[in-house]
């Protein structure tokens, strides 16, 4: 399959401060990426997508100013999470989808805020 | 509610025994895709469904997509430890949308 990498794999940060995770499509160009968020032994829950050079289409009740989403290039897609506070910590996951049709997923962020 | 309703949401077998897993839904995919996750790390993608009525087959794993492209079905035989993980199914409406059921935590006793 394609290869989606994800970065970084996990991070601490202080409350307030702001996160930046990256996800690139390594081998195939991702017309569309999608950002998920996903609470111990639960599924994943579809935050934003995002189509290359487009501003993205955000979930209902996600906060498109506290989850700031760039797709600047068919390779890669940025996901920062703004001021965050404890209630952000979660583990995040991105996927890729090409002209083919089937999405890849990156390895996810497990972001703790304290 | 979800767009993809998934079940069971828990499955505990013994080794050797066969299990089938369900992903429903009153709306008509494109595609719908299978993945498997291990914990603390992304879905990896088993297999995508396209036809109505297609069946796909991967090892012991067989994945039925419906007629009517609503529903689809994973079938495992003769389960393995090794089958253990959540087993989620996902479906778009459209190339801008995915997502997933519920997913299907299983756990394969020795």
């Known amino acids: 399959g394609a290869v989606v990498s994800q970065h970084p794999s996990w991070v601490i940060c202080k409350s307030g401060t702001s996160v930046k995770i990256e996800c690139r499509s390594l081998?195939?160009?991702?017309?569309?990426m999608f950002w998920y968020r996903q609470f111990p032994k639960q599924s994943l829950m579809l935050m934003a997508t995002s189509n290359e050079g487009s501003k993205a289409t955000y979930e209902q009740g996600v906060e498109k100013d506290k989850f700031l989403i760039n797709h600047a290039s068919l390779t890669l897609s940025t996901l920062t999470v703004t001021s965050a506070h404890p209630e952000d910590s979660s583990f995040y996951i991105c996927?890729?989808?090409?002209?083919?049709?089937?999405?890849?997923f990156g390895q996810g962020t497990r972001l703790t805020v304290v | 509610t979800q767009l993809l309703e998934q079940s069971p949401q828990f499955l505990s077998i013994q080794e050797g025994e066969n299990l089938t897993v369900y992903c429903n839904s009153s709306s008509v995919f494109s595609s719908l895709q299978w993945y498997r996750q291990e914990p603390g790390e992304g879905p990896v993608l088993l297999v995508t469904?396209?036809?109505?009525?297609e069946v796909k087959k991967l090892k012991r794993l067989t994945f039925q997509f419906g007629d009517a492209r609503k529903d689809s079905s994973l079938h495992i035989t003769a389960a393995q430890p090794g089958d253990t993980g959540l087993y989620l199914c996902?479906?778009?409406?459209?190339?801008?949308?995915?997502?997933f059921g519920a997913g299907t935590r299983l756990t394969v006793k020795p």
């Open positions: 996902a479906g778009g409406r459209n190339n801008n949308d995915m997502r």
């Open positions: 996927s890729a989808r090409g002209a083919r049709g089937s999405a890849f």
């Open positions: 081998d195939f160009q991702a017309t569309t």
């Open positions: 469904v396209v036809t109505g009525g």
